[in-house]
């Protein structure tokens, strides 16, 4: 392999935070047109996700990060959401969050249920992910504080 195959190679973190950018994206495609989660993980992975380096408008993605976050949300929705709600203020359930808050919520809560993946590099993606989603940094700030709940809630010895 040349020096330069290596530099056309996208390393493996980006990666990563393509697919957690895309799986958000996906889950709230799923809530909002009221789409299975088998509908719309094909409609990424045919239309909208690079995951074979092919010529195209769409960004590469770790494909199996994408999917296993996808269906661990679907497996895992109620005890996610349940996470979620001990860790907002009392009387703010999700379902009166933003779409995209609980969209990141369920991403995160799916890696952070099934520890594929070290709490701290979690919740510093998915803060990152928020950042785009929402410039002002506020968002960022309180998905980091629920994140963290939830990883302390999921597995207490987890942020050390």
Do not use: C
């Amino acid at each position: 392999m040349t020096d330069h195959d290596q530099d056309k190679r996208p390393d493996r973190r980006a990666l990563s935070s393509a697919a957690r950018m895309y799986a958000v994206q996906a889950l709230f495609q799923m809530e909002a047109a009221g789409q299975s989660a088998d509908r719309v993980t094909r409609e990424f992975q045919n239309f909208r996700i690079d995951f074979d380096d092919r010529d195209g408008p769409t960004d590469q993605a770790d494909e199996a990060l994408f999917t296993r976050i996808v269906d661990d949300v679907v497996m895992w929705q109620s005890k996610i959401d349940q996470a979620t709600d001990r860790g907002l203020v009392a009387k703010w359930p999700i379902d009166r969050i933003d779409p995209v808050l609980r969209a990141v919520f369920r991403a995160a809560g799916a890696e952070l249920v099934a520890e594929r993946a070290p709490a701290k590099v979690v919740i510093t993606e998915y803060v990152r992910l928020t950042q785009a989603f929402f410039p002002d940094g506020r968002e960022a700030r309180f998905v980091n504080a629920v994140l963290d709940h939830m990883a302390r809630d999921f597995k207490p010895d987890s942020l050390g």
